[in-house]
């Protein structure tokens, strides 16, 4: 039987990923999302068409809207993908954020909670709400700490991560006070294609391939782990299906790395596939760090491949390797999205910024 599940968020990065990895699947996506900056309707192009994919732009703050879209196409599931996710942004807009990931979160969980409530006993027993959230909740790490687990306290460092731990608290709320079988998956930092190149990864192969400077923020020993956004998909989808109600899994991709050297890597890689601008590590320029910067992440699996045999497919050297070549092969995408908005970002947040030797 056909399943139809509400992804909120899908013209985004990993939204749409996801989006596309469902809809191959076999389920039916309706998709929710607002087009802002960063959501993109390119990502989903070879859907076009295809009847299992049905788009609707909107936010999860309008209430109405969602009411409208539950009670239209009637899901068996709605996974939560839409957020405003890029600190640097939220240090300087927080606004959008508490919008976006608190009010917006809130809202959707008090629709899904009335559409719940009108179901059938067994409709209500298949019903999942899922919320993607991050693993910037907990906190920052010394090289010493050992990583993150479920159980790990919150201590969100970031107008960015202080929102999303919000929705996270209202998620486990509406599941504690009002029986609304919803999940949690706390992630790590994704990578991958289609992602909007303000994030590290996408901006620096594209400077890359431009001759432009690659910014470093700091010193670049800030340390994250790794993962890539297909693995990250399937963690959600496996979540979806065989997770625990009420409970929350975090998701990583066992590759921690150094900021300095994954734009190493990057640069390695590009030395190779465009030569032209051999060395790319001359391109490499650390400017001033930004407030408040989280020094380490870092994520314990151990509860999802125990309870959910989920584990990272791509290793950090497989998976940034497909991503450089993804972007290289793709510069009309690239050509779309570095649009007069993404201009304006870099030249703020960067182009601005004290740069050291």
């Given at each position: 039987?056909?399943?139809?599940?509400?992804?909120t968020?899908?013209a985004?990065f990993?939204?749409?990923n996801f989006?596309?990895?469902?809809?191959?699947?076999?389920?039916r996506?309706?998709?929710?999302d607002?087009?802002?900056?960063?959501?993109?309707?390119?990502?989903?192009?070879s859907?076009?068409?295809?009847?299992?994919?049905?788009?609707?732009?909107?936010?999860?703050?309008?209430?109405?809207?969602?009411?409208?879209?539950?009670?239209?196409h009637?899901?068996?599931?709605?996974?939560?993908?839409?957020?405003?996710?890029?600190?640097?942004?939220?240090i300087?807009?927080p606004?959008?954020?508490?919008?976006?990931?608190?009010?917006?979160?809130?809202?959707?969980?008090h629709?899904?909670?009335?559409?719940?409530?009108?179901?059938?006993?067994e409709a209500?027993?298949?019903?999942?709400?899922?919320h993607?959230?991050?693993?910037?909740?907990?906190?920052?790490?010394s090289?010493?700490?050992?990583?993150?687990?479920?159980?790990?306290?919150y201590?969100?460092?970031?107008?960015?991560s202080?929102?999303?731990?919000?929705?996270?608290?209202?998620?486990?709320?509406?599941?504690?006070?009002?029986?609304?079988?919803?999940?949690?998956?706390n992630?790590?930092?994704?990578?991958?294609?289609?992602?909007?190149?303000?994030?590290?990864i996408?901006?620096?192969?594209?400077?890359?391939?431009?001759?432009?400077?690659?910014?470093?923020?700091?010193?670049?020993?800030?340390v994250?782990d790794?993962?890539?956004?297909?693995?990250?998909?399937?963690?959600?989808?496996?979540?979806?299906?065989?997770?625990?109600?009420?409970?929350?899994?975090?998701?990583g991709?066992?590759?921690?790395?150094?900021?300095?050297d994954?734009?190493r890597?990057?640069?390695?890689?590009m030395?190779?596939a465009?030569?032209?601008?051999?060395?790319?590590?001359k391109?490499?320029?650390?400017?001033?760090?930004r407030?408040?910067?989280?020094?380490?992440?870092?994520?314990?699996?151990?509860?999802?491949?125990?309870?959910?045999?989920?584990?990272?497919?791509e290793?950090?050297?497989?998976g940034?390797?497909?991503?450089?070549?993804?972007?290289?092969?793709?510069?009309e995408?690239?050509a779309?999205?570095?649009?007069?908005?993404?201009?304006?970002?870099?030249?703020?947040?960067?182009?601005?910024?004290?740069?050291?030797?």
């Amino acid at each position: 039987m056909e399943r139809t599940i509400v992804v909120t968020g899908g013209a985004g990065f990993i939204g749409s990923n996801f989006v596309l990895q469902r809809v191959a699947a076999g389920d039916r996506v309706v998709n929710l999302d607002k087009l802002t900056y960063a959501g993109n309707l390119g990502n989903l192009a070879s859907l076009k068409g295809n009847p299992r994919h049905i788009f609707v732009q909107g936010g999860i703050e309008d209430s109405s809207r969602v009411r409208r879209l539950l009670e239209e196409h009637r899901p068996q599931a709605v996974v939560n993908l839409a957020a405003e996710s890029h600190v640097d942004r939220s240090i300087v807009s927080p606004e959008e954020f508490i919008q976006t990931n608190v009010v917006g979160t809130f809202r959707l969980l008090h629709e899904s909670l009335a559409y719940y409530r009108k179901l059938d006993a067994e409709a209500q027993r298949d019903f999942r709400f899922l919320h993607v959230s991050t693993d910037e909740v907990y906190g920052s790490l010394s090289a010493a700490d050992a990583a993150f687990t479920e159980e790990k306290a919150y201590e969100p460092n970031s107008p960015y991560s202080a929102s999303k731990a919000a929705s996270d608290h209202l998620v486990r709320a509406y599941q504690h006070t009002h029986g609304l079988p919803t999940l949690t998956t706390n992630c790590s930092n994704n990578y991958g294609p289609y992602q909007f190149p303000e994030k590290l990864i996408p901006l620096v192969i594209l400077n890359a391939l431009n001759g432009r400077p690659l910014p470093i923020y700091g010193d670049g020993m800030n340390v994250r782990d790794w993962l890539y956004v297909g693995d990250h998909c399937e963690a959600i989808a496996q979540v979806l299906d065989k997770g625990r109600v009420g409970e929350s899994y975090n998701i990583g991709g066992e590759s921690e790395k150094a900021n300095l050297d994954v734009v190493r890597t990057i640069c390695s890689i590009m030395d190779e596939a465009h030569p032209a601008g051999a060395p790319h590590e001359k391109l490499i320029t650390f400017v001033k760090d930004r407030p408040g910067h989280d020094r380490r992440y870092a994520v314990d699996t151990s509860k999802i491949k125990r309870e959910l045999g989920w584990r990272p497919r791509e290793s950090f050297a497989t998976g940034i390797r497909r991503t450089v070549e993804w972007y290289l092969a793709n510069p009309e995408w690239i050509a779309e999205v570095t649009s007069g908005e993404y201009r304006r970002w870099i030249s703020a947040n960067y182009e601005a910024r004290e740069c050291r030797a």
